[in-house]
C-alpha cells in the first residue's frame, strides 16, 4: 500500500468550517495526490504534488487548497466547508502506478 | 482532450460465469494503463498494469487485461468469477512520461451473485 497514510479517517463538520486532512507517505515519493470519490463521478483529482512546494491544480481544484512543506505529507484544506464537499477523499502516491491511502469519509452538515 | 469510458455501469453476474469489462480511452499517443478494484468499505488497490510490450497483461486474482491499441481498448477479463470479485472495477490512463495525467473511468459496480 506504499506506506499512506490519512488522517483523519472520519470526520463530521458544520458549513463554513475549515478543514484539513492529511496525508501521510513513507516512501520519499515525489508525487502525491489528493481524490475525491462520489457515486456516478468515480474519482476526480483535486491537487496533485510533484515535490516539496510544488503543486497544481486538477479537475475539481475550487474550494480545496493543499500544501506540502515536506515530502512525506501532503495536506489537502477546505477554507470554508460546504455540503457538496461531502464525500470520501483519497491520497495516492506515486507515480505512473498509484497506490492509495484508506481514505477519510468527509461528512459537511 | 484525455477521457476514459467504461461501457458498464453496473454488472451482474452468477458465481464461475465469464466477465469481460470494457474500457475505452481517447489520446492520440503512448499511454500507460491501469486497472484499479476497490471492494466494499476499502480503498482502491492495482489489480494490473500496461505500459509496454506483450498487450496481455496478467494481474492479481486471475484477471487479465489485453490492450488493442487499433481500438484504443483495455478490456478486464477473467474467465470464472467468484462471489469475492463483488467490487467495484475502475480503468486508467496516463500518457507516457506524464505522471501528473492519470484519469479514472466512473467504474464498473460488479455483483456476483452466490
Known amino acids: 500500500d506504499a506506506g499512506i497514510t490519512q488522517s483523519p479517517r472520519h470526520k463530521v463538520t458544520e458549513t463554513g468550517t475549515p478543514v484539513t486532512l492529511r496525508c501521510h507517505q513513507t516512501?520519499?515519493?515525489?508525487?502525491m495526490y489528493w481524490y475525491r470519490q462520489d457515486p456516478g463521478h468515480g474519482l476526480r483529482l483535486i491537487h496533485y504534488?510533484?515535490?516539496?512546494?510544488?503543486?497544481d491544480k486538477g479537475e475539481v481544484s475550487d474550494g480545496y487548497s493543499v500544501s506540502r512543506s515536506k515530502t512525506e505529507d501532503f495536506l489537502l484544506t477546505l477554507e470554508s466547508a460546504t455540503s457538496s464537499q461531502t464525500s470520501v477523499y483519497f491520497c495516492?502516491?506515486?507515480?505512473?502506478?498509484?497506490?492509495f491511502g484508506p481514505g477519510t469519509r468527509l461528512t459537511v452538515t | 482532450a484525455q477521457s476514459v469510458s467504461q461501457h458498464n455501469h453496473h454488472v451482474i453476474l452468477s458465481e464461475a460465469a465469464s466477465l469481460e469489462l470494457g474500457c475505452n480511452y481517447s489520446?492520440?499517443?503512448?499511454?500507460?494503463l491501469f486497472w484499479y478494484v476497490q471492494y466494499p468499505g476499502q480503498h482502491l488497490q492495482l489489480l494490473l498494469k500496461?505500459?509496454?510490450?506483450?498487450?496481455l497483461v496478467k494481474g492479481i486474482k486471475g484477471f487479465e487485461a489485453e490492450f488493442i491499441k487499433s481500438k484504443f481498448s483495455f478490456n478486464l477479463r477473467k474467465p470464472s468469477v467468484q462471489w469475492s470479485d463483488t467490487a467495484e472495477y475502475f480503468c486508467?490512463?496516463?500518457?507516457?512520461?506524464?505522471?501528473?495525467?492519470?484519469?479514472f473511468g466512473k467504474g464498473t459496480r460488479l455483483h456476483i451473485l452466490p
Open positions: 500496461y505500459f509496454s510490450g506483450d498487450p
Open positions: 504534488s510533484y515535490g516539496v512546494k510544488d503543486t
Open positions: 489520446y492520440g499517443g503512448t499511454v500507460n
Open positions: 486508467a490512463v496516463s500518457p507516457s512520461g506524464r505522471d501528473d495525467k492519470i484519469i
Open positions: 516512501e520519499n515519493h515525489r508525487y
Open positions: 495516492a502516491t506515486p507515480a505512473p502506478e498509484q497506490y
